[in-house]
């Protein structure tokens, strides 16, 4: 098992691509707390995990408060003794329109949770990984923080912000032998919020015109992700940090 006993977090794995991480995860032995802002999702997927063998808790949280998010790094610690692995996985976006119409609340909460969110986790993670010896954070990004898509503006911004200070963070917390690296997925028909990427109801007519920036010619699943991730939270990965792993098919080649 690659991640054996290791302590791992997931924030926003109450579905999608969060849920997927998690059960990945956990099923190669990792203790999983699982998070969302929804606690019913959440409740659900750390049950799925118990019930197929594996160890998991779930801690709600709003990832865009500090004193969610330190109580979020407390609940793994006081649960599991630690913490080995942090994946930032909560994303937001704003409806696919033109950079003039988003509102400002609108852009404020994406920020806030695709950028803020980083900025409390790394607040409040890093105190632990250091008192350890070590840690991983996994961000997930995303193929529009470098081939932004027209009507995202704003979102695209804020994942390009989350690749930035994950390889600003990699070199600072390196010496502390703390790794940062993100993964950038591709377009998911799949997810809670693929309809704001697309600008409305995901008909045959949208999918299509995301699938041809596909040179593999299928969307992401949440299972291609959590492979990624597993991949960087394994000692596998111990000499990996700073860098992106686009999961998109070609999109970014």
């Avoid at 998010?69 to 609940?75: E, I, K």
């Avoid at 942090?86 to 404020?108: I, K, P, Q, Y």
Wanted: hydrophobic share 45%; net charge neutral.
């Amino acid at each position: 098992m690659r991640v054996k006993n290791k302590v791992v977090i997931v924030t926003g794995s109450g579905g999608g691509i969060g849920e997927g991480i998690a059960l990945r995860l956990a099923q190669d032995g990792a203790r999983v707390v699982v998070n969302d802002i929804q606690a019913a999702a959440g409740e659900r997927v750390a049950a799925a995990i118990r019930a197929a063998g594996g160890e998991a808790v779930f801690c709600a949280a709003d990832v865009t408060r500090d004193a969610d998010m330190r109580a979020l790094v407390a609940c793994a610690v006081q649960q599991f003794g630690r913490l080995d692995v942090m994946v930032n996985n909560a994303g937001w976006t704003h409806r696919n329109r033109s950079a003039l119409e988003v509102s400002e609340a609108e852009f404020d909460r994406c920020f806030a949770v695709n950028v803020k969110s980083l900025y409390l986790s790394t607040l409040h993670a890093t105190p632990v990984f250091r008192s350890q010896g070590g840690g991983s954070f996994i961000n997930i990004a995303s193929t529009a923080g470098i081939r932004p898509r027209p009507g995202l503006t704003w979102y695209n911004a804020s994942k390009g912000a989350a690749i930035t200070l994950s390889k600003s963070l990699a070199a600072e917390l390196g010496p502390d032998n703390i790794r940062v690296n993100c993964i950038n997925p591709v377009f998911n028909p799949d997810t809670g919020l693929s309809t704001e990427f697309a600008g409305g109801p995901l008909d045959e007519a949208r999918r299509a015109k995301f699938l041809s920036t596909i040179p593999l010619g299928r969307f992401s699943t949440a299972l291609d992700v959590a492979h990624a991730a597993l991949y960087l939270a394994s000692d596998e990965a111990a000499f990996i940090n700073g860098i992106c792993i686009e999961v998109d098919g070609g999109r970014c080649a």
